[in-house]
């Protein structure tokens, strides 16, 4: 291993997909100063968007593993964001998950545990960040996970 984000990502068998345009009204990514504020980045995966419901149709393991998708996204805006250089990736500040749930479900923090161990496992005690899980009646296009991240960059 090399010792950089990048090297990680590969050690970790991760490539990043470009960037995911908006899919409305926004910007995916905003920069003020040395922090970065990604806009919510939907679970997809290679074969498109991870669609359901944590409690109907989905459970913990799956949803950990959407929600870590989301993450990967988070990891390319970031990427963008710095020009293609992720060692200007100071530090994960906070991440806000979205859980698409039944009204019952209560296992929403380690759902979003998948983008938070990522995160961890990639960048170590940098990757280490504040966060909010909360479960939503709906999201966006029917998918199972949302997460925002707001990014510390050099």
Do not use: W
Request: proline residues 5%; negative net charge.
């Amino acid at each position: 291993m090399d010792g950089t984000i990048a090297g990680k990502l590969a050690e970790m068998g991760v490539t990043l997909p470009d960037a995911p345009p908006p899919q409305a009204t926004y910007v995916p990514f905003v920069i003020t100063g040395n922090t970065v504020y990604v806009s919510g980045q939907v679970s997809q995966g290679p074969d498109g968007l991870i669609l359901g419901r944590l409690g109907e149709d989905m459970d913990v393991e799956a949803g950990a593993a959407a929600a870590r998708s989301c993450a990967i996204s988070l990891l390319a805006q970031v990427s963008k964001a710095c020009g293609g250089d992720l060692e200007r990736l100071v530090r994960v500040v906070k991440l806000t998950g979205f859980v698409n749930s039944t009204a019952d479900f209560t296992d929403h923090p380690k759902v979003i545990n998948g983008a938070s161990d990522f995160f961890v496992e990639a960048m170590g005690e940098k990757g280490r960040h504040a966060r909010s899980a909360v479960g939503m009646v709906a999201l966006p296009l029917g998918v199972a996970v949302e997460v925002e991240g707001i990014f510390e960059i050099a």
